[in-house]
């Protein structure tokens, strides 16, 4: 995921974490979860231990139930920060810490 993080020396910096991600059916819950689909070797979501299959629930604290939701952290967010992305594998809860980088 690509996303503005601001202006350094007059150029916008580009977020980049390695992932993708798609909303898919929580039955369960009745609504969607946001999963992930891909991780790009030695990316940023790679080495913070972020599995494909993994569904975000959240970002800082923020809730994740939309895809659209997690696009908008993500152009929010700066190169060179980091965040605890609240995941779920296998039913069950983990976080790791996930610094943005620069691509």
Known sequence: TWAWTGIKDKEKLKVYTGLQVREVSDLKHNGVKVKVTRIEPASPAAQSGIF?????????????????????????????????????R????KEVLLQYAAH
């Open 52 to 88: 494909v299959g993994d569904f975000i629930l959240t970002v800082d604290g923020t809730p994740i139930q939309r895809k659209s939701t997690f696009q908008l952290l993500m152009n929010r967010a700066f190169v060179g920060n980091e965040a605890v992305f609240g995941l779920e």
């Open 90 to 93: 296998g039913g069950e809860p």
